[in-house]
């Protein structure tokens, strides 16, 4: 049996190393078919294709080449015939990024619902010749880019070509996988009211960012989905999928020569230019406060937030460095150290950097009980101060560059990891010599760099503060019952 994956909900970050993209992933409608036994069989060798492709993993410096298809559309390839397995990433960006007021979460049904039937194919049709060529074809909103992805053995690339060029040029949208996918979607939406860190997230991002697509539920509200229909998400995919807002990225068992066949037969029918209005640039707001969203939970959910650095910032590397001593180390960080190792008083805390597009952000979270929230949060508090007065220490500056440079291979042992890390290069515009040049921006952070960093981001005085609970030695300066 195979069921349509069901990740987690989006975290709601925007992109960054080792931070999840915005928007990533929503809930899938599970949809369960029986393999056909050609299909069964795909499957198995797609899955011991990768799972060799793991085991052997980038033995030298990662070549990528530009290829240029006889169309003009441009990818960046890492070449690597070990194993029979190409991976595909390509983004439209800026797409889906600010839907229609009164349809949020346009974008995202149409990511779910895009290989819901294309072409002559019905879902049912669509997803069985899927399966039974073992090809793994998704895509998804994010705040953003509206991103597609594809895995699949070599001998079958010629069928997922086709499947993929369909579902993004002729789409169905027919009436009942547009409506399972709705549905799906806003069962998730109704289950996550109760979650604490869901309403976290919803308020925090809302009181940031509340005029600003930013501050919106990609997958949408309880008002808005009923209001999308399938004439929307057929304009919808009309209108914003551009090959001028088009970057794509490949890697595996494929000749350059090829690939560039095979970009054009996969985008080459869309338009030529795309109808996306630009997102302006906004600065979070809300800053100083101490929100309460009161629920009758036994702990309290902390996040907290303040501006901090775009990826194209010259501080990015510092910023990074700072805060993998700060919170984004795990049990190494000072937030783990002082919250939960010396007083028990949560099972994790964490910081991390949110770099999207218009906007920067840095982070805090984690829970507690209720009885311990204010002094939890007093002491975050503390090491925020303490790490924008202080800096790192020299041990903790080796410790940082050593994780940081030594840990990065190991997001490129496999050919779909490859695709997608190259995907966000190219979105950053870091340069097709970045990651030869990566571990020379991190060994070249000295302390008094990360001092200027935390001077320059960390102020406690200007957190936004969200906690979900009944939090025991907290005053907020507003109380929020209804967060939709």
Same mark, same amino acid.
């Given at each position: 049996m195979l069921s349509k994956r069901s990740p987690s909900p989006p975290r709601?970050?925007?992109?960054?190393?080792?931070?999840?993209?915005?928007?990533?992933s929503s809930p899938r409608v599970p949809l369960t078919r029986t393999l056909s036994p050609g299909g069964r069989g795909a499957w198995t060798l797609l899955a011991a294709a990768l799972a060799l492709n793991l085991l052997v993993g980038p033995a030298h410096a990662i070549d990528i080449k530009k290829v240029v298809s006889?169309?003009?559309i441009e990818a960046w390839l890492v070449e690597d015939h070990k194993v029979p397995v190409l991976a +595909?990433?390509? #983004?439209?960006?800026?797409?889906? #990024?600010?839907?229609p007021a009164g349809k949020e979460g346009l974008a995202n049904l149409a990511a779910h619902a895009l290989d819901e039937g294309a072409g002559p194919y019905d879902s049912q049709a669509f997803q069985t010749?899927?399966?039974d060529s073992a090809v793994s074809l998704s895509f998804n909103a994010g705040r953003d880019a509206f991103t597609g992805s594809l895995r699949t053995l070599t001998e079958h690339r010629d069928e997922a070509f086709d499947l993929a060029r369909l579902a993004m040029s002729e789409p169905r949208f027919d009436a009942e996988a547009v409506e399972r996918m709705r549905a799906g979607t806003l069962a998730g939406l109704?289950?996550?009211?109760?979650?604490?860190?869901? +309403?976290?997230r919803r308020l925090f991002y809302s009181t940031a960012y509340p005029d600003h697509p930013y501050g919106g539920e990609v997958r949408g509200s309880l008002d808005s989905l009923p209001r999308i229909a399938p004439d929307d998400l057929r304009a919808f995919v009309k209108s914003q999928f551009g090959r001028d807002r088009l970057v794509v990225t490949a890697a595996g068992d494929i000749a350059p020569d090829d690939l560039g066949r095979a970009l054009d037969r996969l985008f080459g029918g869309l338009p030529a230019t795309a109808s996306v209005t630009a997102l302006p640039e906004v600065t979070p707001k809300g800053l100083g406060e101490t929100l309460l969203a009161p629920r009758p939970t036994a702990q309290t959910v902390i996040l907290m937030g303040q501006p901090g650095v775009k990826r194209a910032d010259p501080d990015w590397y510092a910023a990074t460095v700072m805060n993998y001593v700060l919170g984004g180390s795990g049990f190494g960080s000072r937030l783990m150290e002082e919250v939960r190792e010396k007083r028990g008083l949560s099972y994790g805390v964490y910081s991390y950097l949110v770099p999207m597009d218009r906007t920067a952000l840095v982070i805090a979270g984690g829970s507690t009980v209720n009885a311990k929230a204010g002094q939890a949060l007093e002491i975050m508090r503390a090491e925020w101060a303490r790490m924008a007065a202080d800096g790192v220490s020299d041990q903790e500056l080796a410790d940082a560059k050593t994780?940081?440079?030594g840990s990065f291979p190991l997001q490129l042992g496999s050919t779909p990891s490859i695709a997608k890390t190259l995907l966000q290069v190219r979105r950053d515009r870091l340069g097709i010599d970045y990651l030869d040049q990566r571990d020379r921006f991190i060994n070249a952070v000295t302390a008094d760099d990360v001092r200027r960093v935390a001077k320059r981001l960390l102020d406690p005085a200007r957190l936004l503060t969200v906690l979900v609970g009944r939090p025991d030695g907290v005053t907020p300066t507003r109380t929020i019952e209804d967060i939709r």
């Open positions: 709601g970050e925007g992109r960054g190393e080792g931070v999840p993209f915005a928007g990533r006889p169309g003009g +595909v990433e390509w #983004a439209f960006e800026g797409a889906g #990024a600010n839907d010749r899927l399966q109704k289950r996550e009211q109760g979650d604490p860190n869901y +309403v976290a994780y940081l440079t």
